[in-house]
């Protein structure tokens, strides 16, 4: 079975925009997103512009903020800090990479935690590792939608995650221990890390390794879980996981493009969507 991760982001869409709608209905400002994007970076500048039109789409606004490739460290976090005393910015989002000369770790952690809708504050990390609720990493929330959509428990299931980066790998692991799975993490240094992954029933791969995986890492009838995405030089883009080899050997898999990618997006909307009613209803999160 292909997962469909356009398919379930967009009916995760659909309900958050119904839900903005009643709150502007019962007489609430719509939720608003602050974008930074420092530099030019094309494939950053795409992902701002997804970002973007979903807001548009959903009933959020988006405000840009586009901050010279020249900009110092202390400009940017002048900025977040800006925003974050704004009280009509729920949700701010710092596009990463940042340019070299800037810590991206100094200006993350600058982000207010209750308007750190990317989920990468130390605070909110720190809170994930605590079991505590926060808002959570985007990428590593979406597959954890998709895993809970082919299998509602995980107790008693061993899940591998390929990678352990802050981003991905990390929260994933975390996430996945929380709902009770057995987890393995394997990285670069880990010696024949297929022979891990073999023992998966759940399979996440973040490792950044065009078809790093492939049908012999695979058991039989795991689900798999692709998180990286490569463009060739044609412009197709492909994932961690050699697609055309382990589709035979999972019982469900994410394809590249149309899997992990699309619910990321979904996620950033659904942790604007609960910065805002927390500010705006006193919710917690
Ligand atoms: P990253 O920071 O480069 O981390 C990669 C991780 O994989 C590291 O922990 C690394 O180990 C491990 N690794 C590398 N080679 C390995 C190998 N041969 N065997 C086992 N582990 C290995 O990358 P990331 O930010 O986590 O992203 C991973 C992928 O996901 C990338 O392709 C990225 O483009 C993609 N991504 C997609 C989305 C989306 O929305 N779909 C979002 C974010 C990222 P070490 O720690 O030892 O170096």
Redesign the pocket.
């Known amino acids: 079975m292909i997962i469909n991760g356009t398919e379930t982001a967009k009916k995760i869409k659909d309900h958050l925009k119904t839900k903005v709608h009643e709150h502007l209905k019962s007489g609430h400002r719509a939720p608003c997103l602050a974008v930074v994007l420092v530099g030019e970076d094309p494939a950053s500048k795409v992902y701002v512009g997804h970002k973007e039109k979903a807001c548009l789409e959903a009933g959020i606004t988006s405000k840009a903020y586009k901050l010279p490739e020249s900009s110092s460290e202390s400009d940017i976090i002048a900025l977040v800090a800006k925003l974050n005393a704004d009280q009509g910015v729920d949700g701010i989002l710092v596009q990463l990479p940042l340019p070299k000369h800037i810590s991206s770790e100094a200006v993350i952690d600058a982000i207010h935690p209750s308007k750190d809708v990317d989920g990468l504050t130390a605070f909110n990390q720190g809170c994930l590792s605590l079991g505590r609720k926060a808002l959570r990493p ?2 590593p929330a ?1 597959c954890m939608e998709l895993i809970k959509s082919q299998l509602p428990s995980l107790r008693g299931k061993t899940a591998v995650v ?9 929260p994933i692991a975390k996430m996945l221990l929380l709902e009770d799975a057995t987890v393995i993490q ?5 010696p024949h ?1 297929e022979n891990f992954a073999r023992m998966a029933d759940i399979l996440i ?6 078809h ?1 995986v492939n049908a012999s890492w695979i058991k039989k009838d795991a689900l798999v879980i692709d ?4 463009r060739g030089s044609d412009g197709k883009l492909t ?2 996981v050699d697609f055309e080899s382990a589709v035979g050997v999972a019982s469900a898999i994410t394809p ?1 493009p149309g ?7 979904a996620m950033l909307l659904k942790n604007c969507l609960e910065a805002y009613e927390a500010r705006v209803y006193g919710n917690s999160f």
């Open positions: 985007c990428t979406g390929v990678g352990r980066s802050i981003l991905v790998g990390s394997v990285h670069s240094k880990t890390p791969v973040a490792a950044g390794k065009k790093l998180v990286g995405i490569h994932g961690d590249v899997g992990v990618g699309p619910m990321t997006i």
